[in-house]
Every structure is written in structure tokens, then in C-alpha cells.
């Protein structure tokens, strides 16, 4: 049940644009090159921005090319995949995620770089102010790290006897490392035993689970980035198994039948980070460009998980929800 379906974007006097614009009919083939830890999906257009750049006008096969790389979790990968696109020359380079982001703009002063999903970019030094980014990186930040607590005092509502959670989170990405820390420091506050449980490699999970088997926890919080997100069917389908309660940051864990999530909506970042991608290829310079953060968010309940659990949630957090799957 879809009660709210829209995502509010701050950018800082942010320009709006509008959604029929059409590429420029100039007969060149546009070509974007595409950077990501994760895993390539079974279907490349979905969620990414693909759709959105076709109802702006640019069409894959038609006046679009797009070089596509997965690092499919592994970290090495990403500075040679990074390479690989700039000999390709493409007119922009879309980075998903905080360490592709990284590695793009590491790589590359001169190509314009659309990131999405990167933390704190300004800390990072991606960019000189989300207002005013200047240099040739632009695009869509995210604001995970801040969502940590709240994230956890809902998971504490739809399970109350909840008084140890393990989390699960990539202890290699230190964007991931200060989301932790966040944890922790609510953790505390709310009287919570946290179990840390860092991986760095997909091969990790395995003990993981061995850990949460041999001293169980009352609930689960996976943080996500390329890596979990890469592995989430098998750390849903491990919380099923073990009848653990589990709270994500974004709604595909849900879908797979994980029990809640919290966090934006990422169909529409991926839509935002289109309509930079064509800006820039109309002509804008990337520096100029201001970039977005969310604002608003969607709350997300598997209620068919709820029931397999045996838990019965709230009405104060079903009056929240945006969706729940029933």
C-alpha cells in the first residue's frame, strides 16, 4: 500500500527541471560510462537512471552508448575498471556509491562525473560545497549516517524485547566504518548491546553467520553499501532461517522478504542523477551544478515476514509506513 511515493531533494537552490526535456537532436551519440562495487543486476535498466534517460530523449542503441562496469564487490577492480572508461572517453561517468566515487573522481579532473550515493562528499573532498561543487564532479549525495539512529529506535519499536543486534556492515569502506560508529553511539544511548560483525569480502558472510549462530542475537541492522547489498539475499534468507528480526536501509531487502526498511527511494536518486547527466550533456559544467540530498524518506514493512517471525508491529509504525507488503 503506497501512501507517500515522492522523495523531496534539498540542493541548495538547486535548479528544477523539468521532466519533458528532450535531448538535443544534434545527431551525436552520447556516451556515459557507468561505475559500480556492486554486482551488475539481472536487468541493467532497472533501477538505474536508463528510463529517465529515455523520456529525456536518449536512447540506448540510438543516440546512447553506455559502458558498463561491475566490480561485483571487489575493491581492486574499481581503479582498473575506472581506468578502462576514461581511455573510453566517455562525455560523463555516472559513480554509484561512496567508493566508486571515490576512485572516479581520484582518477579523472577533467571528464564530468555524476556520483550518486556517495557520503559526505565534501568531507571527502569529491567536491568544494554541495551549493557550489566546483571542479568536475557533481550529483547526488545521501545521508545514511544521520538515518542511523532513527533506523535503530525503529527497529527497537517493532521489536521491543530486542536487547542485543548484531550488524552487519563492509569494515573496508570507511563511509560504512562512520555509519557504524553512529550505531554504536545511539546504541548506547538507547541501552542496546551492539554485536559487530565487519566483513570485507563476500567470502566473510559465511562467518558471520557462524557468529550470530553460535551467540544469537535479538535482532539484526544491516548497513548498506555495494558489498551487503551485493550479498542481501543471503543475509535475508539467514534471518528467515533463524527467525531473526532485521532492519535495512533500503527496500530491495524487504522485497526479498526481509522484515523493515528505512531510507530513500532509490528509483528516484537514480531519476535525479539522470537530469544531471543531461544538463551535462546539454552543455552545464559539473562545478555549476548544485548538488541534491534527500530529505524525505520511505519507511517500508514486510508484514508476511512479520507474521512468519511472530510478531505483531505496532500500529504507531503502520500509520508510518509508506508501503507495507502484505
Not at 527497537?156 to 566504518?177: F, G, I, Q, Y
Not at 560508529?181 to 566473510?204: F, N, Q, S
Not at 551544478?289 to 514486510?302: G, S
Request: proline share 7%.
Amino acid at each position: 500500500m503506497k501512501r507517500r511515493d515522492a522523495i523531496a531533494l534539498l540542493g541548495f537552490g538547486a535548479i528544477l527541471w523539468p521532466l519533458g526535456a528532450e535531448a538535443q537532436q544534434t545527431g551525436k551519440m552520447y556516451r556515459i560510462g557507468y561505475l559500480f562495487l556492486g554486482a551488475q543486476p539481472p536487468d541493467v535498466q532497472k533501477p538505474q537512471p536508463w528510463p529517465t534517460l529515455r523520456e529525456l530523449g536518449y536512447v540506448e542503441g540510438s543516440n546512447l552508448v553506455v559502458e558498463r562496469r561491475f566490480a561485483a564487490g571487489r575493491r581492486d577492480r574499481l581503479a582498473v575498471f575506472a581506468s578502462e572508461l576514461i581511455a573510453w572517453k566517455p562525455d560523463v561517468i555516472l559513480a554509484q556509491g561512496g567508493q566508486s566515487a571515490e576512485v572516479a573522481s581520484t582518477a579523472t579532473h577533467v571528464i564530468p562525473t555524476v556520483i550518486m550515493s556517495a557520503c559526505d562528499p565534501v568531507g571527502k573532498g569529491l567536491v568544494k560545497s554541495l551549493a557550489r561543487p566546483g571542479g568536475n564532479v557533481t550529483g547526488v549525495s545521501e545521508v545514511s549516517t544521520e538515518l542511523t539512529p532513527k533506523r535503530l529506535e525503529l527497529l527497537k519499536e517493532a521489536v521491543p524485547t530486542a536487547s542485543r543486534v548484531a550488524v552487519l556492515w563492509n569494515a573496508a569502506d570507511p563511509a560504512m566504518n562512520l555509519r557504524y560508529r553512529e550505531l554504536e553511539t545511539a546504541a548506547k544511548t538507547m541501552h542496546i548491546e551492539i554485536r559487530p560483525l565487519g566483513v570485507r569480502e563476500p567470502e566473510d558472510f559465511d562467518g558471520a553467520f557462524a557468529a550470530m549462530r553460535g551467540d544469537r542475537p535479538d535482532a539484526m541492522f544491516m548497513i548498506t553499501d555495494a558489498l551487503t547489498g551485493l550479498n542481501r539475499k543471503r543475509i535475508v534468507e539467514f534471518a528467515a532461517e533463524n527467525r531473526l528480526p532485521a532492519i535495512y536501509e533500503v527496500r530491495d531487502p524487504v522485497g526479498d522478504g526481509g522484515l523493515m526498511s528505512y531510507g530513500p527511494n532509490l528509483p528516484d536518486l537514480f531519476s535525479r542523477a539522470a537530469y544531471y547527466i543531461d544538463k551535462i550533456l546539454k552543455g552545464a559544467k559539473p562545478g555549476d551544478l548544485p548538488m541534491e540530498q534527500p530529505t524525505k524518506f520511505e519507511l517500508v514493512i514486510n508484514l508476511k515476514t512479520a507474521a512468519a517471525l511472530g510478531l505483531t508491529i505496532p500500529s504507531s509504525i503502520l500509520a508510518r509506513a509508506d508501503e507495507v507488503i502484505e
